[in-house]
């Protein structure tokens, strides 16, 4: 009697485990999310409104995340606080990721969401016909911003410099004022700017980032981090692109969340759309690390004008500040 009760037990318990695989509740280690917070750090660029809608709207949630999202309206202080490690990552465009590589700090881009189409542009007054018409004419732009990469980006297709001009150092939009006053020949600057350009008799766009699409908003982790909580970012990823498709669904809402996080109306925000493009996943695994405005790519440029420029002491690798495994990997 005793024999057959162990063999009974040995039947049962050979059920159990196999119920226990099945319904995948085995005593496997499951990969999961932390609840520490992942503090990321974001300038009010209107394409950042997709990490507002996923607060909001409970995509972070859903992934079970503690994300705070840190305004940084000055990207030298956005630098500053990922190098000290109060931030755990920031959205920056191609010119700071190879400002941040040459400075040594340790940090990776993983994704692009979204993109300039449009949004950022040069305005210029009627003598200026080409962008080597720039060469000798004083032109506004912020020095080291993405509206410096941008013009860098088109005069270097022309052979040409921003030492080639006569510059004049002032943020974007205090670029567009000086234009539309008549104080400066051309300027780099975005809306409503690029639009007012025709306030002054003759002025117009010369360029805009729609034809030239050069400046992706870059999500960067530091490489700890990135080793330490690759779960976590996957999960900030997938709440980013389920947020984009929601947009997608849900504009007259989602237009909402976004003008009163930006405090901007609902019309500005309204007609800003058509300037931009949320990246989805499979943009991401197309174009993230190929093509010749691939993240990696783009990083690389910049690096190489910068440093022609002398706003960096040394070249940099884009590869080595690129991890493309966890957007590869991140829906199997």
Known sequence: MKKTYIILAVIIAGFIGIFLVLFGISNAPKTKTSAEPLRIGVNPWIGHGLYYVAKEKGFFE??????????????????????????????????????????????QAVAMTDTSEGADGIIVSQDIKDIADLKGKSVAFEIGSPSHFFLSYLLDKRGLTTDDLTVVNTIAPDAGAAFVAGKV???????????????????????????TPILPAILIFRTEVIQKRPQDIQAVLRALFAAREWILANQGEAVAIIAKNFGITDQEVTEQLPTFRWFSYEDNVSEFTEGGYSAQNLI??????????????????????VDSSLIKNLYK
Do not use: Y
């Open 62 to 107: 859903k992934e079970k995340l503690n994300v705070e999202l840190i305004p940084v309206d000055d990207l030298g202080i956005g630098r500053q606080l990922i190098a000290t490690d109060k931030l755990e990552a920031l959205s920056i465009t191609p010119e700071t990721a190879a400002i941040l590589g040459d400075a040594a700090i340790s940090a």
């Open 185 to 211: 020949d051309a300027a780099v600057t975005w809306e409503p700017w690029l639009s007012k350009a025709s306030e002054r008799e003759g002025g117009r766009l010369l360029a805009t980032s729609k034809e």
């Open 300 to 321: 690389q440029t910049a690096g190489d004008l910068w440093l022609k420029l002398g706003l960096i002491k040394n070249k940099i690798n884009a590869k080595n500040l």
